[in-house]
């Protein structure tokens, strides 16, 4: 984390929760004159106080910390708004529907940012019966595979995992327009859109 709470979100927070400096000090079993302080940028507050400052402004920590406050408008609902962490450490593969904070093993996870296929990833998809049967032309070794493909529409989400040494290759039914995602462990997240 690159910042700490400001003194500056401390007071906007209070004041949108229309609370004295006195309100909060007490909440905290602090003094009006710290959160004076803290306002001020004269002082900032304990780290221990962090978790008891977020609940008193009714805020997460994380929120306190950046400033943003999350208000709930269902923007998620839409799958095409999903986001993807691959762990590098285990290779835990995670989904959102949306922003979240994602951490594992110890480190905070940016979302990945999907490429266009180069040649090297190069995609087959067959129509067999009812469903279509994608191919990644890639070398599946230990040391370089294809981790997982998924499809994603606005209403669905579906990911097949694979497994090195064996075959890059699964079925999907599509359904609409939508966007194809494959991850390389070597060379990142790639989509490309389907109809």
Not at 66 to 90: E, F, K
Request: aromatic share 8%; hydrophobic share 40%.
């Amino acid at each position: 984390m690159d910042n700490y709470v400001t003194g500056a979100v401390i007071r906007r927070l209070r004041e949108d929760k229309k609370m004295t400096q006195a309100e909060l000090a007490s909440r905290l079993d602090v003094s009006p004159k710290t959160i004076s302080k803290w306002e001020t940028a004269k002082g900032l507050p304990d780290i221990t106080l962090l978790d008891p400052l977020a609940a008193a402004l009714d805020v997460s920590v994380m929120e306190l910390m950046s400033g943003n406050t999350i208000i709930n408008r269902n923007i998620s609902a839409n799958m095409l708004r999903s986001q993807i962490y691959v762990c590098p450490v285990c290779g835990n593969i995670i989904h959102s529907m949306g922003e979240a904070v994602i951490s594992c093993c110890g480190v905070t996870l940016p979302p990945l940012e999907p490429e266009e296929p180069d040649e090297a990833h190069e995609i087959t998809i067959e129509k067999v019966e009812d469903e279509q049967f994608v191919v990644i032309h890639h070398d599946m070794t230990k040391q370089h595979y294809i981790s997982f493909m998924a499809y994603v529409t606005g209403d669905k989400f579906q990911m097949v995992k694979l497994y090195p040494e064996g075959n890059a290759e699964c079925r999907f039914r599509f359904r609409g327009a939508g966007y194809l995602y494959i991850y390389c462990n070597r060379h990142g997240l790639m989509r490309i859109k389907v109809k």
